[in-house]
């Protein structure tokens, strides 16, 4: 067996990170390998790092390497190790904290931002944009109210920064040192209308700026330019420009010019060491863009394995990675006596395009506002078409050449194979229509794990997404996201995610800062708030109960009359004679009609009156029993069988285990119900496979699986694997839950979350990562010492005591001439979108108290079927009925979107802090 090489990389960025993926698709046995990384983390996608400072992304989406994908290449990774010093003569690595030697080296070492030369730069509060780090402290700089950002440089990454710290809310200003923005990418023209729109988004733009100074006592206050002109600034951005990080590289004596010279093999002076990336030279050039980053990594992971390989420079194109703002540059578009344009304007509609041509050939393309044509004058300058034939209508675009279709699709359709649809990585239509066949791809995710189109910026997207409708017709529809409700466009997976980028920790925050199209939400988007806010900031979040359907305000089932089920917990589905006799107690002092045993091995006492509860769980509460969270969104009950206790045919103590994982997951709440169950054996007495989450036990020890259904869909579990121990099943299976809390959305049972993400995606998280699982279930773990208050309790004692008794029991008025004013209250013993009802002999009043402070009373019984309207969610000038649903105007009493059916009004005023009723009200209610 051959000796494998030693291979150490320093540098864990795009382009080592490229290069380590060809190495393990064509020869995965030569090395060992060393990974360095200055950051204390593993390869992202660096170029995605503006539309996470923007709350658009989150960091995980953008990570392309994780630890298990390292751990099962056996990558000895050495994040948070910065190399120090290369020694070529014994051919070893040494860092501050290890050395590593090797056989070939790889330094990919990237580059460092350039910080200007003035006064002040090293004052906290200035910072780059190249990195995470950086973008945690812009975000958390954000945070503060009132912040105002300076960033210096009107390039792409200044103005990607600028773009998303304004989505934060900052004051942002951008200075920039030339005439316009982006010189290198757009001409004047384009510049002045990118300029225009940044304007309009709030972000002021000052061109032909000089700083000479940055301001401060202890940290940045302000930014002086050289004419005198003051910005006040909590933050500073440089992004001026990146030079290449190649100290190492001069420090070992290799031939150094701005960067390491590099042959076309990727080798430096030293035939054993190669260099790639930003911080590399070749023919006196230095790349900062991906694309060719990416191709000098094939070509190094060619070399590397002793295959032939050569680099070539590349033409590259540019687009701005700012939500709303199209822009396309490529080539060169400086003026010469010897080159001509083809200008198209509209200003009115913000359409900029602007060909240059040297020989009937182009070789420079600037669009704005209408950028769909990009790809084709790419291709035609990468390939020097002569355009003569055209020139008429070149500027038009490909629609209008000849007899073409004015279908944008037929434009598609028309690129030749060899055009380049992925710039980032170097993909070709006819790459990306041949995976989609051979490999029958439908979705969006299929084509970028199996080509690498559109899995970098993103901005191909859309061409990608047209090449699979044209080749897969039908079969291919991009998913809509549906949105959370009527009250915003955003689907629930970006208000989760915005929340968690933007650190939005109210309901009010959330509606105001993703601009919410009503003042306060409604009955479906209000309980997907709190849960999305409760799930993300468990410490810090207090929970508005008012957002709650009616189960989870007052902590039992609603049933069709208006009564109220009682489910206390038996752990495990065990209970005792003690527990038995208490229970049979309160169903007699209580008169509780129906007592039924349920599908969970728990007791359900139905018929319990609203305001007998707090009673019922006081007695229960005596002999030990707390809420079995039967109403909840959260864990229901963890079913199991007797186990190896008692059966012949038990492996593993299964009622044990099942104990002990509903005491450790009791309280927290989840997206929708989950129910468990633990079976001891493969016989499945438990019924575990039909479960949210299972365990089979087996002699060799816990099978756990996950995703079934038994209600209105039916359907069996998928196996996440075999554990050996009762901790490792309850890692797993705390892990699992954790990812499902974080991810799903709100009322999306696990069975569906699975089907979207993916079951590969959750077995690599929970299964194939132990890091990844371990930070999932330390999570919980934290989150549970703020869940785990027994509710029943709590209210016994007291809280929210409103909620288990009328606001006033008032009888017939004495006779008069003239309509009375009967006081049932204070104002304040109604909470804002909260509702309390009054008794009269004839039925409910309920009277309820809006947002805006506005009170309303209605007969407390819904046209549908009868559910006590006090009960339901107050969104404005509507109340939600508990029980169906139906949406019930405050101000008219009529039921929306129904053919008939209302209920009446009454009249109300406010006297003092006092609230009447009139008489009126107490007639109408015999008639």
């Not at 129906?594 to 229960?620: C, F, H, N, Y």
């Not at 209600?711 to 694997?721: H, M, V």
Request: with cysteine; glycine share 10%.
């Amino acid at each position: 067996m051959n000796k494998k090489e030693k291979l150490v990389i320093v540098g864990a960025g795009m382009a080592s990170g490229r290069m380590l993926e060809h190495l393990f698709e064509t020869d995965p046995e030569r090395f060992d390998i060393t990974l360095f990384g200055a950051e204390p983390r593993g390869n992202y996608n660096r170029i995605m790092l503006s539309p996470v400072l923007a709350g658009e992304k989150s960091f995980d989406q953008i990570v392309t390497h994780d630890a298990a994908w390292y751990d099962a290449h056996q990558v000895e990774c050495r994040f948070g190790e910065t190399v120090t010093r290369i020694d070529r003569a014994a051919k070893v690595v040494h860092s501050a904290g290890s050395e590593a030697p090797y056989d070939k080296l790889v330094i990919a070492t990237g580059s460092a931002p350039f910080m200007i030369p003035v006064a002040g730069r090293d004052l906290p509060g200035v910072m780059a944009f190249r990195d995470y780090d950086d973008v945690q402290a812009m975000v958390a700089a954000a945070r503060k109210k009132g912040a105002r950002a300076v960033v210096i440089g009107g390039g792409l990454l200044g103005l990607e920064a600028a773009a998303a710290l304004r989505l934060h809310g900052m004051e942002v200003v951008v200075l920039h040192l030339m005439g316009h923005l982006m010189e290198r990418q757009l001409d004047a023209a384009a510049g002045y209308l990118l300029q225009k729109e940044l304007e309009s988004r709030g972000i002021k733009i000052h061109c032909k700026a000089q700083t000479s100074a940055i301001l401060g006592r202890g940290r940045t206050e302000a930014v002086l330019l050289d004419d005198g002109t003051l910005y006040p600034a909590d933050i500073v951005v440089m992004a001026v420009g990146i030079r290449p990080e190649a100290r190492i590289a001069t420090d070992a004596g290799l031939h150094v010019e701005r960067g390491i010279v590099v042959d076309d093999r990727m080798l430096t002076s030293d035939p054993d060491i190669l260099a790639l990336g930003e911080c590399c030279e070749h023919n006196s050039i230095c790349y900062g863009l991906v694309a060719p980053l990416y191709d000098m990594a094939k070509v190094a992971a060619k070399t590397l394995t002793g295959v032939e390989a050569t680099f070539r420079s590349v033409d590259t194109a540019t687009q701005l990675k700012v939500t709303g703002v199209s822009l396309y540059s490529a080539g060169d578009f400086a003026d010469a006596p010897d080159r001509e344009d083809i200008v198209l304007r509209n200003s009115g509609a913000g359409i900029y395009k602007r060909l240059v041509l040297k020989d009937n050939r182009i070789v420079g393309v600037v669009l704005y506002g209408e950028t769909t044509d990009g790809a084709w004058y790419f291709d035609m300058l990468r390939k020097g078409t002569d355009v003569s034939e055209m020139r008429e209508t070149l500027i038009f675009g490909q629609s209008r050449q000849g007899s073409a279709s004015l279908d944008p699709m037929a434009a598609v359709a028309a690129l030749p194979d060899d055009a380049e649809i992925c710039g980032c990585n170097g993909v070709c239509k006819g790459a990306i229509v041949s995976a989609i066949i051979a490999r029958n791809l439908t979705s969006l995710d299929d084509v970028r794990a199996h080509t690498k189109a559109s899995a970098s910026c993103g901005s191909c997207t859309g061409l990608v997404e047209q090449l699979m409708t044209l080749t897969l017709g039908d079969k291919y529809s991009p998913d809509a996201v549906q949105p959370v409700c009527g009250c915003t466009t955003l689907g629930h997976g970006d208000v989760r995610r915005l929340i968690k980028a933007k650190g939005l920790k109210t309901i009010p925050a959330v509606m105001q800062e993703l601009e919410w199209k009503t003042s306060c939400g409604c009955a479906k988007c209000r309980p997907a708030l709190n849960y999305y806010l409760v799930c993300d900031w468990p410490d810090e979040y207090a929970d508005d109960y008012q957002s709650r359907f009616v189960n989870e305000r007052v902590h039992a089932n609603i049933q069709k009359d208006g009564t109220y089920s009682v489910v206390p917990r038996m752990w495990g589905g065990v209970t005792s004679a003690k527990e038995l006799r208490a229970i049979a107690d309160v169903v007699d002092k209580f008169h509780i009609p129906s007592v039924k045993v349920t599908g969970g091995q728990r007791i359900d006492m139905l018929g319990v009156t609203k305001e007998d509860l707090p009673a019922v769980w006081a007695d229960l509460g005596k002999a030990g029993f707390i809420s079995g969270h039967a109403y909840a969104k959260g864990l229901r009950t963890v079913k199991t069988c007797v186990g190896s206790d008692w059966c012949r045919f038990g492996t593993q103590d299964s009622t044990g285990l099942g104990i002990r994982i509903e005491k450790f997951m009791w309280g927290s709440w989840t997206p929708a119900k989950v129910k468990m169950a633990v079976s001891g054996c493969p016989r499945n007495c438990a019924e575990a496979t039909c479960k949210d989450v299972g365990v089979i036990c087996v002699d060799s020890g816990y099978e756990i699986h996950f995703a079934g259904a038994a209600g209105l869909d039916i359907k069996g579990t998928e196996i996440l694997g075999l554990v050996k121990t009762e901790d490792d099943a309850l890692e797993h299976i705390v892990a699992l839950v954790q990812m499902y809390r974080e991810q799903a959305h709100y009322l999306e049972r696990i069975y569906k979350w699975v089907k979207r993400v993916g079951l590969d995606e959750i077995r690599r998280q929970i299964l194939e990562d132990p890091r990844k699982r371990k930070a999932y279930f330390d999570r919980f773990a934290f989150s549970r010492k703020f869940a785990q208050v027994d509710p029943w309790s709590e209210r016994v004692s007291g809280k929210d005591k409103h909620e288990f008794r009328p606001m006033a029991t008032i009888g017939f008025p004495v006779a008069a001439e003239e309509a009375l004013w009967i006081a049932i209250g204070q104002t304040a013993d109604i909470p804002l979108r909260g509702a309390r009802c009054v008794a009269t002999p004839q039925g409910r009043i309920a009277v309820f108290r809006t947002v805006e402070n506005r009170f309303f009373a209605i007969e407390d019984r819904c046209p549908h079927k009868g559910g006590p309207l006090s009960q339901g969610i107050v969104h404005g000038a509507h109340v939600t009925c508990p029980l169906h649903g139906w949406v019930i105007s405050l101000e008219t009493g009529k039921a929306q979107g129904a053919d008939e059916g209302s209920v009446r009004t009454f009249a109300l005023k406010v006297e003092g802090g006092k609230l009447l009723i009139s008489s009126d009200a107490l007639v109408s209610m015999t008639a």
